[in-house]
Every structure is written in structure tokens, then in C-alpha cells.
């Protein structure tokens, strides 16, 4: 994802992460990988409830985490494009995800 | 027709040493960020039955003609060996794809609910301003906001 950031920002597109992770593991993850884009934290997962990508007792520890997901929302907040995984190894690529973004007018 | 001349190789254990290995391989690829990464399920899983047929057959043949052929230790340490990624892979492919479906949530042209969550350093960020321009640079507001729902590193 960082790696493409700039292709993001050129096609005018804000990348946002979120998971149930505290702020201070997805600090650590950030500095790690060298992330720069807004990472949140949804520890009590309200908002994960609120798109209806929960994932019940998904995490190794069977606490309940997001399944993963992505959404394209415009400025008047309407879904443009998403995408949702059957299964975990298969993420959405960072092509599909700027063709999308390119879309956008 | 040789009887029991013990000079005939049961291939089969290989076959299936081969394609368990390349059913393990498969879990491997989408490090690789690959366009037909979609497929790699479905191919890690084909190539783990096809292990399982040939490690099947190899020890069926080994059953059924002991005298046959030689080298049997060998086939049945092959065997094992085999077993174990292609049974992984097997497991893999059931594990990941435990996932909810998502048709309560939002879609294609309906609007996103709003949410305020912390960032890394804990400050409160909303939805409005993610899609308002940032107040530290000049870019102008982003046209749109790519919310990427992830599993997390707990």
C-alpha cells in the first residue's frame, strides 16, 4: 500500500486503514513498515459493526476482529467500489483498487 | 511379466511428493501479489488432491504387488513426507476461507455511516475530516477515501 501511495494521491484517493488493534500496535506496525497513511484504531469494533465486517471470533485468540474489506467512498460518503475476500490470502491488489479510484470524476 | 524381480520403480510417491509440493508452493505465491492470485486457492487445493490420488494409488500399488517392486522403504518415507504439505494445504484452504459474508454491509451506491476512531497517536479522527484536505499540507481535499477493513496483528 505505501508503496503505491503516491499513485493514490495522484488519483486522488486518501488511503485509510482500520483494525481492531490499539493505537500503540498499530504505531509500532507504522514506524516498523514505514507506513504514513492514517491508521485507526476500532478496539471495541462499533464501527466494524456498523459496516457489518465483523468477523466473530476471528482473530487466533478468538476475540472478534474485522474480516477484511475495502470501500471507495466518495466526498458525499456513497460506496463507489468494494471489495470483499473469501478468503484471507486473497487481498484486493493495489491495480484494482487505483483502476477504481481512477474511475472517480 | 516380471514375478517378483523386484525391479520395478512405483513412481507414484514422487508424483505426489511433487504435487504436494506445489500445492504448498501455491500458499506461498501471494507474497507475490500476482494478477490471477484468486486462482491460488483453487490450484493449491487441485494440486493437493492430485498428491493424495497419487500417494493413494502408490501405496495401493504397494499393497497389491509387495513383491513387485523394490525400493518399498523408500516409497513409504516418500509417502510421508508427501502427506504433510498436501494435507496443510488442504487445511489452509478450508481455515482461510471461514469468513462471514458481508451483504448487510454498505454497498455500491449507498452512503457510509460515519464513525470517529482514534489514530496511532490516539487523536480522535472523523470520516469528514479524512475527506476534507489535511490541515498541515497544501494538496487540495481528496476526491475520495479507500477504507481498508484488516484483520489486524493483535
Redo the contacts between chains.
Keep these: 500500500m505505501e508503496k503505491h501511495l503516491a499513485e493514490f494521491e495522484a488519483a486522488g484517493v486518501r488511503p485509510v486503514a482500520i483494525s481492531v488493534d490499539a493505537p500503540e500496535v498499530s504505531r509500532n506496525l507504522a514506524n516498523k513498515s514505514g507506513y504514513t497513511f492514517p491508521i485507526l484504531s476500532d478496539t471495541d469494533t462499533a464501527v466494524i459493526r456498523r459496516y457489518h465486517v465483523l468477523h466473530p471470533g476471528g482473530a487466533a485468540d478468538e476475540h472478534d476482529i474485522a474480516r477484511p474489506a475495502e470501500f471507495l467512498i466518495d466526498s458525499s460518503k456513497i460506496v463507489r467500489w468494494s471489495n470483499f475476500t473469501e478468503d484471507i490470502r486473497v487481498r484486493a491488489r493495489a491495480d484494482e483498487m487505483l483502476a477504481a479510484a481512477r474511475r472517480l470524476r | 511379466m516380471p514375478d517378483g524381480t523386484n525391479d520395478v520403480k512405483n513412481t507414484a510417491p514422487w508424483w505426489g511428493l511433487l504435487f504436494s509440493v506445489a500445492a504448498l508452493a501455491c500458499?506461498g505465491a501471494?507474497f507475490l501479489?500476482a494478477?490471477f492470485?484468486?486462482l491460488?486457492?483453487w490450484l493449491s487445493l487441485l494440486f493437493a488432491i492430485v498428491a493424495l490420488s497419487f500417494l493413494v494409488m502408490g501405496l495401493r500399488l504397494l499393497i497389491a504387488r509387495p513383491k513387485l517392486y523394490r525400493r518399498k522403504m523408500l516409497s513409504i518415507v516418500v509417502t510421508v513426507i508427501a502427506l504433510l504439505p498436501a494435507a496443510l494445504s488442504v487445511l489452509?484452504f478450508v481455515g482461510?476461507?471461514k469468513?462471514?459474508?458481508?451483504?448487510?454491509?454498505?454497498?455500491?451506491?449507498?452512503?457510509?455511516?460515519?464513525?470517529i476512531?482514534?489514530?496511532?497517536?490516539?487523536k480522535p479522527?472523523s470520516?469528514d475530516q479524512?475527506?476534507a484536505a489535511s490541515p498541515n499540507s497544501q494538496?487540495?481535499?481528496?476526491?475520495?477515501?479507500?477504507?481498508?477493513?484488516?484483520?489486524?496483528?493483535?
Design positions: 500458499n501471494f501479489d494478477p492470485q484468486r491460488f486457492p489452509a482461510t476461507r469468513l462471514p459474508g458481508a451483504a448487510e454491509a454498505p454497498q455500491i451506491g449507498e452512503r457510509v455511516p460515519d464513525f476512531l482514534p489514530d496511532t497517536l490516539g479522527i470520516l479524512l475527506l494538496a487540495p481535499a481528496p476526491k475520495a477515501v479507500l477504507l481498508i477493513f484488516y484483520r489486524g496483528y493483535w
